[in-house]
């Protein structure tokens, strides 16, 4: 990821002192920028939400990073307390909160940045060490407003949104200027979106089918969660083959499974399953079986047509930490050869720990005849979608793509995933003309998608007539807060811009949701091709984004 520093801008200089200006307020501002209909679907939705909240808390604190190592983030208290202030029309239904609507991993960063001020949340000096009480802890974050009804806060109502529209003259003064920036190359489109209404408010070649790079992820959030439910969970088993006695290691597909201490975590634990899978082939009077691992839930190649590549890990449908040989857990690093063949002698050791003797392991597929011994879920799809969608993790992107064409009826390869994403999306009445999918990451450069449908994809996710979709925009990485958006944004618009990143050689793109300076929520799309100074394009996105957050534009 390239973090350059923003260069001289001359043309667009009072739009930043615009937003300067404008997110002061917003912090007022934030509960008033959905339409009231958003109220009633967080009725409907409660509760779901409330379990949703429950099964994402610890998961999202690990994603995020908050806990002890928290401190090392350097975040102004300022900045954290605009960061708090979300759209409530990007959140009103779903999402890990607390109960006054805070998104609970933002403002546990921020208790743990920010030295001045604010409420501690309850949290514990052995938690978090965010507690005054633990010394030499910083003092707690100022308390952002809440920005959710009907979920037992109750402090701040979500009133409708501003009633004017920033037109489209106004959208185009500002935008066109700086999407004209050379450093854009020659080939570039442009979208905005009012998403309460639908209504397009800036469109520049955003009909076009460029190459979007993890701007893809975005679709295949989409087309999985509609496929299978936010609900859905990713499950590894074992089971025993009666007549041979060999255990086998069957992979579902889950590539957040984790041979790490799982530490509550909420992970689906090889650990666990090994202990499990001990027990019960103890109760059989077993304690040397042949081991065994099956992948057969996949098909086709493993290898990603970009060929080997620290971005991305084998495709397989057993592996654990995404083959990572380190203790990294989103970034690139080389993988391991073989990770369904890793995972399964990492497990071995723990069955031998656990009095488990085995041979050597090697692949098979298990039978209709085998029983069932033991198995570990991943946490529910939406959790996976939004750590995918934080961290531009592309293991997830190409596990979710090919367990959409699984549930689908498509052959479960790079080629059936597209297919099967593309399907959903014109299912769902996107707009897929000049779309080609050709995997579930975005890292092939042959796939293709249009301003306009980014845009569509993200009001879809915040229709309240889709809160299974909302994860979509949940786990958007936050600007200066999040994920690939963690060092961004921080001079002006943190906190405000909400957006997934795409980067590839010569390609640049940047597409979410901001607040404009009269509180309607508008999303946007951004993409641009052929560009030659990946940090001069990927500044220039975030000048037109932050522009955008500043803009009444009327």
Not at 61 to 69: C, D, F, K, V, Y
Not at 169 to 176: E, I, T
Request: glycine content about 12%; charged content about 20%; aromatic content about 2%.
């Amino acid at each position: 990821m390239f973090v350059p520093e923003l260069r001289p801008w001359r043309a667009a200089r009072p739009h930043v002192v615009r937003v300067t200006d404008a997110v002061r307020p917003r912090l007022a501002r934030a509960a008033g920028i959905v339409r009231p209909r958003l109220a009633r679907a967080a009725a409907t939705a409660r509760p779901r939400v409330a379990r949703l909240a429950q099964a994402a808390k610890p998961q999202l604190a690990r994603l995020t990073g908050t806990g002890p190592n928290a401190r090392s983030w350097q975040y102004g208290a300022g900045a954290a307390t605009v960061g708090l202030a979300l759209a409530a029309g990007v959140v009103t239904a779903a999402g890990p909160w607390d109960s006054t609507g805070q998104r609970t991993a933002e403002r546990d960063r921020a208790t743990a940045l920010a030295q001045t001020g604010g409420a501690d949340h309850g949290r514990t000096a052995d938690s978090s060490r965010t507690s005054d009480t633990a010394a030499g802890a910083p003092r707690p974050a100022p308390s952002a407003a809440s920005v959710l009804v009907g979920l037992g806060g109750g402090v701040d109502a979500v009133k409708s949104a501003p009633a004017i529209l920033p037109t489209g003259a106004g959208v185009a003064s500002v935008l066109n200027p700086l999407l004209a920036d050379p450093v854009l190359g020659a080939r570039h489109a442009a979208a905005v979106v009012d998403v309460a209404t639908g209504t397009q408010l800036y469109g520049a070649g955003a009909g076009t089918g460029l190459t979007p790079a993890s701007t893809t992820k975005i679709a295949t959030a989409v087309a999985a969660l509609s496929a299978m439910g936010g609900e859905h969970r990713l499950t590894t088993r074992t089971v025993l083959e009666p007549d041979t006695k060999e255990l086998v290691l069957v992979g579902g597909g889950d590539p957040t499974l984790t041979a790490r201490d799982d530490d509550g975590a909420g992970w689906a634990d090889l650990r666990a399953l090994a202990r499990s899978s001990a027990a019960a082939l103890k109760k059989r009077g077993l304690t040397r079986v042949t081991l065994s691992y099956d992948t057969t839930l996949y098909a086709g190649s493993e290898v990603h047509p970009i060929g080997r590549n620290g971005n991305l890990a084998r495709v397989t449908a057993l592996s654990a930490d995404e083959g990572r040989p380190d203790d990294s857990t989103s970034g690139p690093v080389a993988r391991v050869l073989d990770p369904a063949a890793d995972a399964t002698r990492t497990f071995a050791a723990f069955l031998k720990a656990d009095g488990i003797t085995t041979t050597s392991p090697g692949p098979s597929k298990a039978t209709t005849r085998a029983k069932s011994l033991a198995s570990v879920s991943s946490p529910p799809l939406s959790v996976l979608v939004e750590r995918m969608l934080t961290n531009s993790d592309n293991d997830i992107a190409e596990a979710l793509a090919r367990h959409t064409a699984l549930a689908t009826g498509v052959r479960a390869d790079f080629a059936g995933g597209g297919a099967a994403v593309r399907a959903r999306l014109k299912k769902l009445g996107l707009p897929t003309a000049g779309v080609s999918i050709m995997d579930g990451s975005g890292l092939d450069r042959r796939d293709r998608m249009t301003a306009n449908l980014l845009t569509a994809l993200l009001v879809k996710a915040g229709d309240p007539a889709r809160p299974d979709l909302r994860p979509v925009l949940t786990g958007l990485p936050v600007a200066g807060f999040t994920g690939t958006l963690a060092h961004r944004y921080t001079d002006g618009a943190a906190g405000v811009v909400r957006a997934k990143t795409g980067t590839l050689s010569g390609v640049n793109a940047l597409a979410g949701t901001v607040v404009d300076q009269d509180g309607r929520l508008l999303a946007f799309a951004f993409l641009a091709a052929d560009t030659t100074d990946p940090g001069a394009a990927q500044a220039a996105l975030d000048r037109a984004a932050t522009a955008l957050a500043g803009c009444g534009c009327r």
